[in-house]
């Protein structure tokens, strides 16, 4: 082989390297509207957050928010998806009931204030939703059979205000942190290491939240906050091996 041939050969080698080098990776959010990108990288907890920390993440029109067109998740036609993914966000009505307003978790809430929580699938699914107690005890807010909320089922694209569309959660004048536990699978049977049934007993909500810590702490867990743009404000989860999802949700209320 001439030098000029090895030459080109080099040339060739390294521009394949650097391809591979800058092939965008992608987070949990981006997944979660396109399940079949193949490029996954951990994205950080938060991301863009614009207001100071420790003050609520309005979203009012402004020069500094994003208004960028409303995407929606592929649907991987044909073939199974493996990329299981869900959004949440967080309506805020403040104590003058005004129009709801979309922020995440990452927001201090006062009293008088209230909310609901919005979830999204890029996936058919069954989602639970479970109040964990300060003192070990838990309680399951969704489903509720003794409400008549018990049509788990979450469709992919969909819009479900959970636990219903009437439920808010209003914060009083005792300041305090509120934990709620989310599952979301692909199948019934996905959530069979959870004990999901009505008041949960301290031992039945340890072994819920140690099944669901090992769980949330898996690496084919990804998150992912988005606060910029406001139609794809919240938080995103992901979980590439299609298990199940866990998030938890963490209320903070001063």
Known sequence: MNSRCFSILVYLALAVDLSAQEAPVRGAKELFYDPADESV????????????????????????????????????????QTILG???????????????????????FKSGEKIRLHFRSNAPGRIALIQLGSHGAADVLFPD?????????????????????????????????????????KDPGDLEAFPVKGELD??????????????????????????????????????????PVILEITLHHE
């Not at 993440?57 to 402004?62: E, H, I, N, V």
């Not at 949440?88 to 009505?93: G, K």
């Not at 669901?212 to 606060?227: F, G, P, V």
């Open 86 to 108: 869900l959004r949440y966000w967080i309506e805020l009505v403040g104590s003058r009931n005004g129009a709801g307003t979309p922020v995440t978790d990452s927001s201090v």
């Open 145 to 185: 059979p003794a409400k008549g909320l018990v049509d788990s089922r979450i469709a992919p694209d969909e819009d479900r205000v959970l636990p219903g569309e009437s439920f808010w959660f209003r914060f009083d004048n005792h300041p305090g942190t509120e934990r709620i536990l989310v599952l979301f699978a």
């Open 202 to 243: 301290h031992a039945s909500a340890e072994v819920l939240v140690k099944n669901a810590e090992a769980m949330r702490h898996s690496k084919d867990l990804i998150l992912e906050t988005e606060s910029a743009n406001i139609s794809e404000v919240g938080t995103y989860g992901v979980n590439i091996a299609g298990k």
């Open 41 to 80: 990288a951990a994205a950080p907890a938060a991301i863009a957050e614009s207001s100071a920390e420790g003050s609520t993440t309005l979203m009012p029109a402004g020069p500094a928010r994003s208004r960028k067109r409303t995407r929606h998740p592929i649907p991987q036609a044909g073939r199974k």
